[in-house]
Each structure stands twice: as C-alpha cells, then as structure tokens.
C-alpha cells in the first residue's frame, strides 16, 4: 500500500511514521489528555443517569414537561461531552499550529476539517454527537410546546435525541480506545463499553410496535448486545475485553435497579405528584439490561481465541450463538422480573431464531468494528 494511502484522512503535517513512536514527551502528553477524557467520560455518565431517571419517571408518575430535573440532567451530560470536545479539538489545532504533532492516544488519530481543524478523530464524533444532540432537544422543546405533555419514548425528537447520545458514547469508546496502552485508557474503555451498553437498551423500545410472532424488542436487544460484544473482542489483541464490557454493565444494570425507583420517588414527593396505583416497582431501564451477558460473553471469548488465530468465520457463528441465547434468555428474564409465567418453547422459538440471524450479522459487523477501532490510533494499525 502506498504511503499516501496509509495516511489518508489524517490532518496535514502528520504522518504514520511521526505519530507512531511513543516517547517519553508522548506519554506526557497521554497524560495530559486524561482530564479532558475524564470529562467526557462524566457527560456520558450524566446522560445515562437522566435517562434512567426519565424513563422510570415516565412509568411511576407519569407524563413531564421539558424543563424537569431528569431532562436537565439529560441535557447538561450531553452539554459537558460536547464542551470537552470542543476543548480537545481546539487544544490539537492550536498545538499543530504551533508545530507540534498531535499524540493519536489523545482521542485517537487526527482528522482535517474545513482544512481548518485538526480533530482527534474520538472527540469529533462525540462533538457531532452533542451538537445534533442540541439540535434535537430544540425540537423536542418546540415538540412539548405544541402537544404539551409527553408520556412516549418513541416520539421523533425522543428517537433523534438517543441516537445522537449513541454517537457521541461511540466517539467516547475511540478516545478511551485510542489510550488502550494507558491504565487509565483500559478502564476508561471497559467504563464507556458499559455505558453505551446500558444505554443502548432504551433504543430497542422504539421496536415495541411492531407486531407478529417476534418478539421485535428481544431480538434488536440482542443485536445491539452482541455488536458490542464481539467488537469488543475483535478489538483487544488479548481476552478479557468482552467479559469485563458485561461485568461493567452488571454493575450499572445494579447501581440502576436502585436509584431509578428511589430518585424518581423522591423526586415526585418534592414536586408533589402522585406515584401511580399500579405501579410494580420494578427499574424499567434495568430490567431490560440482559442479566446473563457474562455468559455469553466468556462464551464469545472462547470463539475469539480461535479466530485470532486466523479462523474468521467464528466471529460470525459465536455471534449466532450469543444471539439466540440473549434473544431467548430474554424472555424468560422478562417473565421472571414482571412476575407472569415464562412463555412456552414454541412462543420462544421465532425470537430464538431471529436472535441467531440477528447475531449472525452482528458477529460479521462486529468483528470488523473491532479491528476499525483500532485504527483510532495509528501506532496499533
């Protein structure tokens, strides 16, 4: 390949060559990115924890307006993910135009943009993501405006709203990725894998709709859980990555199953609304997140260790296997959590099935999204 080729896309002055070598200057320089990272690291945290609050407030209570303390929450996660991308993207500029080559571990490989910009290519896809993310809540408030309350999640400013979040935990994924020789880099990426993990399971309820003998919810949960799974393994050169990605998002899935019912009851007491009569008390967005993930993650892991070895077509197969077990253990989670009887085999069967097509293709994809995440850093390509 020639070397025009190898540094396509990457902001001028910088080469594979310049950007590769890590020196004693490049570590300090990693070092210095961590606090910027940290703070992207908080807005996501925010984010997550408003939508866990907003969804639960939505079952429990009921319907809100836009200015309410789960929204701000919501609203300010994405406002610091969004300033500390800017800050990023300003601080690599200004240093390549004072001659120094931006280090790729600070938020990955560097990106020209407008030939203005020098944009480490993890902080630019968090920055789009909290700028659509604006953009959406200003029509989401024009939307409460014109209809007043709001008691869906699938509503189009709602829908606009979560992927935006969604690609700016991606662009949180590549900088802590890009760091992955770091300590701080290999937390922050088990941290943010998490992350995207729990708040990826609010997205698949725009699916609750669709009718027939799938189960449409099940099936995309375990489309979306095993994407992240295998690009998991598909990026770290050694095991762990996966199983570590489920632990962390056990964890959450924990944290949640408190703090959703107890800050959505306190909340209502302060403003003085009534919690509904029929309320279960169970965490919604909790319980949606698969409890069995740690299982299929070492499962998947095993399937990695011999497609490292050159076999590539397991990625594709132990996909189809996570799949179908996250598919149907799904159900019967369901039934479990919500106390009704866990449906017969034959109910079961058509999500099983669609969860191994579904995992099929998110074994292909994911592998590859692996081995593209590694190219956030071009000392690792």
């Given at each position: 390949m020639a070397a025009g080729d190898m540094t396509a896309g990457i902001a001028p002055g910088i080469t594979r060559e310049r950007a590769a070598p890590r020196t004693a200057t490049g570590a300090a320089t990693a070092s210095r990115g961590l606090p910027t990272a940290l703070a992207l690291l908080t807005g996501s945290l925010l984010t997550l924890v408003g939508l866990t609050w907003d969804v639960q407030w939505h079952t429990d209570v009921g319907p809100d307006t836009f200015f309410t303390l789960p929204h701000l929450f919501l609203y300010a996660g994405s406002a610091v993910a969004g300033l500390a991308s800017l800050g990023a993207v300003l601080a690599a500029t200004a240093g390549q135009r004072a001659g120094r080559?931006?280090?790729?571990?600070?938020?990955?490989?560097?990106?020209?943009?407008?030939?203005?910009?020098?944009?480490?290519?993890?902080?630019?896809?968090?920055?789009?993501?909290?700028?659509?993310?604006?953009?959406?809540?200003?029509?989401?408030?024009?939307?409460?405006?014109?209809?007043?309350?709001?008691?869906?999640i699938d509503s189009p400013p709602h829908i606009g709203l979560l992927l935006s979040v969604m690609a700016t935990l991606v662009g949180t994924v590549m900088v802590f990725a890009a760091a992955y020789r770091q300590t701080w880099g290999r937390v922050g990426t088990v941290t943010s894998l998490g992350i995207l993990a729990a708040f990826s399971t609010i997205v698949v309820l725009g699916f609750s709709n669709v009718g027939g003998p799938v189960d449409a919810v099940s099936a995309a949960l375990s489309w979306l859980m095993v994407v992240l799974v295998v690009t998991a393994v598909g990026f770290a050169r050694k095991p762990g990555l996966a199983v570590a990605l489920a632990v962390a998002l056990g964890?959450?899935?924990?944290?949640?199953?408190?703090?959703?019912?107890?800050?959505?009851?306190?909340?209502?007491?302060?403003?003085?609304?009534?919690?509904?009569?029929?309320?279960?008390?169970?965490?919604?967005?909790?319980?949606?997140?698969?409890?069995?993930?740690?299982?299929v993650a070492a499962l998947v892991e095993v399937f990695a260790v011999a497609a490292r070895r050159g076999n590539r077509w397991l990625p594709a197969v132990a996909g189809a296997l996570a799949g179908g077990l996250v598919a149907g253990f799904?159900?019967?989670?369901?039934?479990?959590?919500?106390?009704?009887?866990?449906?017969?085999?034959?109910?079961?069967?058509?999500?099983?099935?669609?969860?191994?097509?579904?995992?099929?293709?998110?074994?292909?994809?994911?592998?590859?999204?692996?081995?593209?995440?590694?190219?956030?850093d071009p000392g690792k390509a």
């Open positions: 080559d931006p280090d790729p571990v600070v938020g990955g490989r560097p990106i020209a943009v407008l030939r203005v910009f020098s944009a480490p290519i993890g902080y630019l896809v968090a920055g789009c993501g909290a700028a659509s993310f604006l953009l959406y809540g200003l029509w989401d408030q024009w939307w409460h405006g014109l209809y007043g309350f709001d008691a869906v964890i959450i899935q924990a944290v949640g199953w408190w703090f959703s019912p107890w800050a959505t009851h306190v909340y209502a007491d302060a403003v003085g609304l009534p919690i509904r009569d029929y309320i279960r008390g169970v965490p919604v967005m909790p319980a949606l997140m698969p409890m069995g993930l740690v299982v799904q159900g019967v989670q369901n039934a479990w959590v919500y106390g009704y009887a866990v449906p017969p085999v034959g109910d079961l069967a058509p999500t099983v099935v669609a969860g191994v097509v579904l995992g099929l293709l998110a074994g292909f994809v994911g592998w590859r999204f692996g081995r593209m995440l590694r190219l956030v």
